[in-house]
């Protein structure tokens, strides 16, 4: 037990968590103590002696989980050792559940983890609609009804959309790029372990007093103030999760611009790399506003601080200013790393170079400093100076063109292609244009001043909401996670059930959310347990559907992990894909690559013959030769095209 | 050993010296035009050193004639300058590997180096001759950045262009160029002044361009052999307009026009030596192959002595 306790290791970190909640209690009781206050303060938002635990119990995990070790060592001045690569890779399942630096091993780490927290929100889901069914109230009453839609959206939100895309792209990105990992890679595990930190947090609110935080995954002050102790667990995991988030980006920041292979020039790297670039400008950028928001939050609710309270001269909208000055750049933190991984499915899928690719990455770069400019669109019916909706409409619907723009240059790239119908990434990346469309419409809509103020706080948000991030957002993933399957897993999964799970989830996902456009028009409420009669019908259908969409997932559940043990082996590049990632076996090295590789073209020069991303290993030194026979070569990223490598002699 | 008609070519940069003893590659980097003479030189001098193997690669960038927008366009241009050239070297004993590479030619060059890992960079390129804010020397570009020693080789030599005694002649053809009765032609007319020919062979009938490529290659090696300067390349477009941008952008003295004899000629039902004539009042003299014989059809001056 001493040894098991000396080694970094889940018993370790549930050790550690159990010793850090127990000083942070002991350091409450102690101050309260000697400050001559009540012992347990358990006034409806106040709790400390639960709060501080919130935290250093967390700290207490991660510490135990050896996150630290290293750090530890070298600030005590005592040897570290740069090249022990003993926390490296897996070998075992075992070796999934401790602190790892392998930036693969992490990857998957975030997407099972992520898919866990997918499932339980997914539950949730289930149980709300099974809730709406009727008018009236059949399973859970208003109270937990508002627990279990804020839970849902914080889940889907904070622990699956946001940190599954840098899960996928923890996998990929090192590869894609030629590096042998990411920059930092104790700094890229602990950002993953903080995330369940975060999960476990929004899922612990449903035990403490008063029931799971309930002011939505918006949080708004001064609801979320005097919210029961649950909204305070929402505070912490939040920060949690913005610390992983943060950390991340800031890993793949460095990464992409300090690791790239030689030849690997900005125009030339793969659009799911312009993606996590752009999205991780996000990360930095925002993130740190929203903490700081929730740090307020907390604040008002333990120590009685007067942020957001008005009585006592808080600023009540500067709250909303300060949430969605984060959260509208939010959407497209959760939708950028999707528009990468469409465009690596479709090029590879439609064999077929990217059209208008330079205008694809700039399109990236122009919707992240326009995402800045429009939050207060979610914000026309707050009482805000009225003079402020009008710039924000504009800018709202100027985003539309970098986003119009990605579209277009998809059709573009499909035009003329020979689609596969049979490939589920495929179908994915074909499904997710037709639903972000149908929700980039809305939002379009919803931009504009009269129609936001006509259905603003009903059903026709909570379609557009998910015709984005369920139609948008998950399909991308969805896509992704087929796409690279077999490079994670070394194995094949079954295309006819992809084909199945697609279909279903199409069909559910259409079902549920369309009508919520029209029942939405007409005025029906969202984050309300009870409806009036005359949406009856239409409720009966979503909840159907919505069931539809839940068993569809069980199908992914299933495919995945059957496939996963007993798939047929996957060969190194089963989509003949370009990219570096491809080049490599499946699943790849420890260390990415024997040699880093050289990058001498463009990554979707389709079509062209004989037309090379990168050169590998020894290829092209020795002209006697590893160069194939026909081969090098290549393009700039705009696609200008590679030749054969040919032979000339007497 | 002889340098078969290229010994007394060198490259007007002598670069850094390479012991070849010890074998390595060589790569000839062939920007927006193809070797020439001077290229071919440079590389035998290589390969008579001790350099074991011989890369040729092209960016894949506008050539500079040709105008071309298609992007498959590009790319056969450039593939063309490095299969032309190849063919040459091979005609001359030479084996060599080629590679067309990105449309941008410093990341082409930078990539090629990588790719091939050489000993030494034969580049063979215009002279500099566009300035303002955008202009970048790759051959500056090249020595400052690279870390093998970079040799210019200059494809338009401008003592050549500025002798008054060379006669720049741009042949056309693609059907006949390289029947033996044209190149002894072209020989005949260096023998009697000396001449320097750019020759290029526009689309025509149903040639490939592979087959275009090895009777270019063909022509090049046996004015080469003769010491006889000339360049040349595929062209994509239509003749006339091959012609033209030929005229606009190299220096054009004469016009050589070569062709099927008589009936046999697409070019010459088309009216193609009328309308050369309608765009250029350079001498244009036509000669159409019959039986092996090259046969003086048409030669004017100008316009107005032909009218």
């Known amino acids: ?99 790892n630096t392998d930036h ?22 289930m149980l709300i609609r099974a809730e709406l069914a009727q008018p009236g109230t059949q399973i859970v009453d208003p109270g937990v009804y508002n627990g279990l839609f804020s839970t849902h959206a914080a889940l889907m939100i904070f622990v699956f959309v946001i940190p599954v895309f840098a899960g996928i792209a923890n996998y990929v ?232 723009i990605k579209i277009f240059s998809w059709l573009a790239t499909l035009f003329d292609s020979v689609l596969h119908l049979r490939s589920t990434s495929m179908l994915f990346a074909l499904g997710f244009i037709v639903t972000f469309v149908v929700g980039g419409i809305s939002g379009v809509m919803l931009g504009m001043v009269p129609i936001d103020i006509h259905v603003s706080d009903t059903y026709f948000i909570v379609a557009h909401i998910h015709f984005v991030l369920f139609g948008g957002s998950v399909f991308t993933i969805f896509a992704g996670i087929y796409h690279w399957f077999p490079k994670m897993t070394g194995r094949m999964y079954d295309e006819k059930l992809g084909r199945v799970h697609f279909y279903l989830t199409l069909v559910g996902m259409l079902g549920t959310f369309i009508p919520m456009h029209w029942i939405g028009m007409e005025g029906m409420p969202r984050r ?69 590789p050289r990058v001498v073209g463009g990554p979707y020069e389709f079509g062209v013959p004989g037309a090379r991303h990168a050169l590998m290993g020894g290829e092209g030194e020795d002209a006697e030769h590893e160069v194939p026979a026909e081969a090098a070569g290549s393009a700039s990223g705009e696609g200008g095209g590679t030749a054969t490598l040919t032979r000339g002699g007497p | ?100 590479m990105d449309r941008d030619p410093s990341l082409a060059l930078d990539d090629s180096v990588r790719a091939f890992g050489p000993r030494e960079v034969l580049l063979s390129a215009l002279y500099e001759s566009r300035y303002g804010l955008l202009r970048r020397d790759l051959v500056e570009w ?44 072209l020989k005949r007319r260096a023998d009697d002044h000396p001449h320097r020919y750019t020759i290029i062979c526009p689309r025509s009938g149903d040639v490939g361009r592979e087959e275009v490529v090895t009777r270019l290659a063909t022509t090049l090696a046996e004015l080469y052999r003769s010491e006889i300067d000339a360049t040349g390349q595929p062209m994509s477009p239509e003749p006339l307009a091959a012609i033209q941008n030929a005229i606009e952008h190299y220096r054009v003295d004469d016009i050589l026009i070569s062709t099927l004899a008589g009936q046999r000629s697409k070019w010459l039902e088309e009216g193609l030596i009328e309308k050369v004539h309608e765009i250029t009042d350079k001498p244009v003299e036509h000669v159409g192959e019959a039986r092996g014989e090259v046969q003086l059809v048409a030669s004017r001056a100008t316009p107005e002595a032909g009218a």
């Not at chain 1, 693969?104 to 499932?119: D, S």
């Not at chain 1, 299933?558 to 060969?571: E, L, Q």
């Not at chain 2, 053809?173 to 009765?181: L, V």
Request: net charge negative; proline share 6%.
């Open chain 2, 142 to 185: 090249a020595k400052a950045k690279l870390e093998v020693p970079v040799t210019h080789v200059p494809v338009r030599v401008e003592d050549d262009s500025v002798r008054w005694d060379v006669t720049h002649t741009l042949v056309v053809g693609t059907q006949t160029i390289d029947s033996p009765a044209l190149i002894g032609h």
């Open chain 1, 173 to 404: 990105l090192p590869l894609m790029i030629g590096a042998p990992d990411m920059a930092f890679p104790r700094l890229n595990a602990l950002s993953f372990w903080m995330l369940p930190m975060a999960g476990l947090l929004f899922m612990a609110s449903f035990l403490v007093p008063g029931g799971a935080f309930d002011a939505g995954w918006t949080g708004y002050a001064p609801l979320s103030t005097g919210a029961p102790l649950g909204q305070s667990f929402f505070n912490l995991g939040v920060q949690f999760a913005g610390a992983s988030s943060v950390a991340t980006a800031l890993n793949f920041l460095v990464t992409i611009i300090t690791m790239r292979a030689p030849g690997m020039t900005f125009w030339r790297m793969p659009l799911l790399v312009w993606a996590n670039l752009s999205t991780s400008l996000l990360v930095v950028a925002a993130t740190p506003f929203i903490a700081g928001v929730q740090f307020m939050v907390l604040f008002d609710r333990v120590l009685d601080t007067n942020f957001f309270q008005a009585a006592f001269g808080g600023d009540v909208l500067s709250y909303q200013h300060i949430f969605w000055f984060y959260s509208h750049p939010a959407v497209y933190i959760m939708m950028l790393p999707g528009f990468g991984i469409v465009s690596e499915v479709i090029s590879t899928h439609a064999r077929k170079p990217i059209f208008g690719y330079r205008l694809m990455a700039l399109a990236l770069i122009g919707i992240v400093v326009l995402s800045y400019t429009v939050w207060a669109h979610h914000m026309f019916v707050s009482g805000m100076f009225s003079w402020l909706r009008v710039p924000m409409m504009i800018t709202t619907l100027l985003i539309a063109v970098p986003t119009g």
């Open chain 1, 528 to 596: 309300v347990a009870d409806y009036s009669a005359q949406f009856g019908d239409w409720n009966l259908m979503i909840s159907v559907s919505s069931f539809i969409l839940g068993i569809a997932q069980l199908v992914f559940m299933y495919n995945m992990v059957v496939s996963w043990r007993y798939g047929p082996r996957a060969t190194a590049n089963p989509w003949r894909a370009k990219t570096i990632e491809w080049q490599v076996s499946s699943p790849p090295p420890i260390f990415n690559f024997d040699e880093i």
């Open chain 1, 1 to 99: 037990m001493t040894a098991a306790l000396r080694r970094p290791s889940l018993i370790r970190a549930g050790f550690g968590f159990l010793v850090g909640g127990a000083l942070g209690f002991g350091l409450v009781v102690a101050l309260r103590a000697i400050s001559g206050l009540e012992i347990f303060q358990t006034e409806q938002t106040g709790y400390p002696h639960l709060v501080v635990p919130g935290i250093t119990g967390p700290l207490g995990f991660l510490i135990g989980l050896g996150c630290f070790d290293y750090w530890f060592r070298w600030a005590a001045g005592r040897p570290t050792l740069p090249e022990d690569h003993s926390q490296h890779g897996a070998s075992t399942w075992r070796d999934y559940f401790r602190f």
């Open chain 2, 1 to 100: 050993m002889s340098h078969e008609g290229i010994a007394d070519v060198q490259a007007d940069d002598p670069g850094a010296a390479v012991d070849w003893g010890e074998g390595g590659t060589v790569l000839a980097f062939l920007n927006e035009v193809a070797g020439g003479r001077r290229l071919l030189g440079a590389i035998r001098e290589r390969v008579e050193a001790g350099a074991e193997e011989v890369a040729v690669v092209a960016p894949q960038n506008q050539p500079i004639v040709g105008q071309i927008v298609d992007r498959d366009e590009v790319r056969e241009a450039a593939l063309s300058r490095v299969e032309v050239t190849q063919a040459v070297l091979g005609d001359f004993g030479i084996e060599t590997v080629g590679a067309t």
């Open chain 1, 104 to 125: 693969k091993v992490i990857g998957i780490q975030y997407i099972v983890t992520t898919f866990f927290f997918f499932l339980v929100g997914g539950l949730i889901a």
